[in-house]
């Protein structure tokens, strides 16, 4: 009986330190990355852009259900992710083979952010810049984030860009 006390006891203890240091940890998480490609301009737009495909290219989603339309693109989409998460994405910037960046107005897990893609290029290269500006208010998520996913859907796009090469 002894040691489930104390088990439980220490169970407690972890979990208050957690909480503790989700309370100081920071809020906001800036990250910005450019890389160089061997695709067309064209190709890395449709696939960033054509938010319908997600569910095809990203093993993070189940599906995508397009909310509102403006100038022919999705404006808003309803994401379903494979961990059971359900955002609501905005578009907020839209310049064809330029820019595109979008805002994640609602989430299932109390995530807001906005993700912008910097295009460059031409018909055999380009170069893609991507800022993600996050922010995570659940201090026990802020841990997992802190440790774990900074940076994660930068760097999925960047892989799935660069399997767009082979």
Same mark, same amino acid.
């Given at each position: ?62 599906? *995508?259900?397009?909310?509102?339309? =403006?100038?022919?693109?999705? %404006?808003?989409? @309803?994401?379903?992710?494979? !961990?059971? &998460? ?49 922010? *995570?208010?659940?201090?026990?998520? =802020?841990?997992?984030?802190? %440790?774990?996913? @900074?940076?994660?859907?930068? !760097?999925? &796009? ?9």
């Amino acid at each position: 009986m002894r040691y489930v006390i104390s088990i439980i006891i220490l169970i407690c203890i972890a979990y208050l330190a957690v909480l503790f240091l989700g309370i100081v940890l920071p809020s906001d998480f800036d990250k910005t990355e450019r890389r160089s490609f061997t695709i067309p301009i064209d190709t890395a737009w449709k696939y960033v852009t054509q938010v319908e495909n997600y569910p095809q290219n990203r093993e993070a989603y189940d599906a *995508v259900r397009e909310i509102s339309q =403006k100038d022919g693109h999705p %404006f808003q989409w @309803q994401a379903f992710m494979t !961990d059971g &998460e359900i955002a609501v994405y905005q578009v907020i910037g839209f310049i064809k083979n330029k820019h595109f960046s979008y805002q994640l107005l609602k989430s299932s897990n109390d995530m807001t952010g906005n993700w912008n893609f910097y295009f460059s290029g031409d018909s055999l290269q380009c170069t893609i810049e991507i800022t993600e500006q996050s922010r *995570v208010e659940n201090p026990i998520e =802020k841990v997992l984030w802190h %440790f774990f996913y @900074q940076g994660e859907r930068i !760097d999925r &796009e960047f892989e799935l860009l660069e399997g767009l090469e082979e």
